[in-house]
Each structure stands twice: as C-alpha cells, then as structure tokens.
C-alpha cells in the first residue's frame, strides 16, 4: 500500500481528483484504480482524474482520465483547474503554456483565481450542420441542439441516446442542450461521455455552443457568455473566413481540499 497525496479541485461545479505526478510515481493505467478513485462513494469523488507531469516543451503537462478510468480528450474544466493547481504549486506565476492531448495551451490567472483558458482554433469547414443539430471538435467531440424550456428538459435520458447512436459510434460524443437567454448569453445542460452523466459544467462544450451559435446566427458576438449548471463561464473568439482562433474559456477554477489516499 502507497499513501498518495491529491487535491480536490473544481470549475463551475465539473470536480477532479488532480495528483501531482512530476515524478512518475502514479500507476497511470491502472483503469480500475482512476474510476474506483472517481467514484464519489468508494473514492475521492469527481468526474475526472488529472496527472500534472513534467514536459520538456512547456511549463507541465496534463494527462486528463475521465471518471470511467479511461485516458480521454481534451476537458476544457480540467485544463482550467490545472492551471489553478499548477499556480499553486508555484510552477509559474500569471502566465504559462502546457501541454495536453490536443497539443499546446496558453493560459492566464488572476489575483482572483479567474483562469483564461486557450482552447484550439476550430476550423469552419470541419463544422458539421444538420437540419437539428450541429457537431464540432473543441478539443473533444460535441453535439449541438437547440431546445426550449431547457430547465426541464430531460438530458440524462435524450444525451444517452445521442451519444450512444449509430452516427457517433464507437467513441461516441459529448451532448449539449442550448437555450437562447439573450443576444450574447446561453444556457446549456451537458450529457457527457465517459462520466456517462450530466455534468454540471463542460468547458469544451461551452466553447462548442458558444461558436456554434456564432457560426449559425443566433449571435454576432465574439463573447459570449455561457450559464452551466454549476456556474457561468465567458467565451471569446476571433474568426476569419477559414476559421475561429484565439478562443478562450474563461471561469473560476478553485481548490476544494487536500487528502491522502491508499492504494495498492
């Protein structure tokens, strides 16, 4: 048995078990490790676990599991509250680049705690429109639609569906519900995969809706903000004729506390 140290961090509600892992300790494809410490009655508790390493190119890596124990894409949350807990291990002071699976990140912190998150430039013609939905790649898969009385709309039961569908199998995709609030505000509920849950927050699926409205006319402007569960977030872009660039997921990403766990 091996005591590990972890912390518990959260962004807008999307909780991660987060390790310090610079030196290799971590048995990082034990599957059935990361999900039992996922499980919020057995373990720790979160819908995701997240290794810091050392790279050679950047401030730190993140290796980023979802909660099923599985190494996954890009969590935009994750990537913000690994930012947060790389500030606080004094890794950098206000600015740093990392690397995650979707390759190189830019971000920022406050004296507030409010993390600015680059996320990938997507690509307008890898944007895929259908007559009630639209599919994206913000660093992971989404699926858009558009609902109305969002509050009571049923997202564990309609996101399954979707994501387990014909059209996104194998790996599946995430699932988010939109509501129009205002000319530059949206609600969105998210189903997503490998939690096999509702969230209550996705940062690459707020950034997923927040370019989708754009590129579909429900709004002209280049920030928007985004109402999840478990919070607000802000999304901001700059676009050209080929493609949306300089995106930035912005949010509050906290430590929620420090324990030491047992594991084989």
Do not use: W
Not at 116 to 133: E, P, R, S
Request: charged share 25%; net charge negative; with cysteine.
């Amino acid at each position: 048995m091996k005591n590990v140290t972890f912390f518990k961090y959260q962004g807008t509600g999307n909780d991660f078990v987060m390790i310090d892992n610079r030196t290799e300790f971590f048995p990082k494809r034990n599957v059935e490790l990361i999900e039992k410490l996922c499980n919020r009655r057995f373990g720790i508790g979160g819908d995701g676990l997240i290794l810091l390493e050392n790279d050679p190119t950047a401030d730190f890596k993140m290796v980023y599991y979802n909660a099923d124990g599985n190494e996954s894409t890009m969590c935009g949350n994750g990537g913000r509250c690994i930012v947060s807990f790389a500030h606080f291990l004094e890794i950098f002071s206000k600015d740093t680049t990392f690397n995650a699976i979707d390759g190189l990140h830019h971000a920022t912190i406050n004296e507030e705690g409010i993390v600015a998150l680059q996320m990938i430039d997507v690509a307008k013609d890898t944007i895929k429109k259908d007559t009630d939905f639209t599919f994206l790649f913000t660093g992971s898969p989404h699926h858009v639609a558009m609902v109305s009385d969002i509050t009571n709309y049923n997202v564990f039961e309609k996101g399954k569906n979707i994501r387990y569908s014909d059209e996104y199998k194998p790996s599946g995709t995430n699932v988010n519900f939109v509501e129009q609030l205002s000319n530059d505000s949206f609600k969105i509920r998210t189903y997503e995969r490998g939690v096999e849950n509702e969230t209550l927050s996705c940062g690459t699926g707020a950034t997923a809706v927040a370019i989708t409205m754009n590129n579909l006319g429900k709004t002209v402007a280049n920030k928007i903000s985004i109402q999840v569960e478990g919070g607000d977030v802000q999304v901001s872009f700059d676009q050209n004729e080929e493609k949306y660039y300089n995106v930035m997921l912005t949010g509050a990403a906290k430590q929620v506390f420090k324990g030491e766990i047992s594991i084989e």
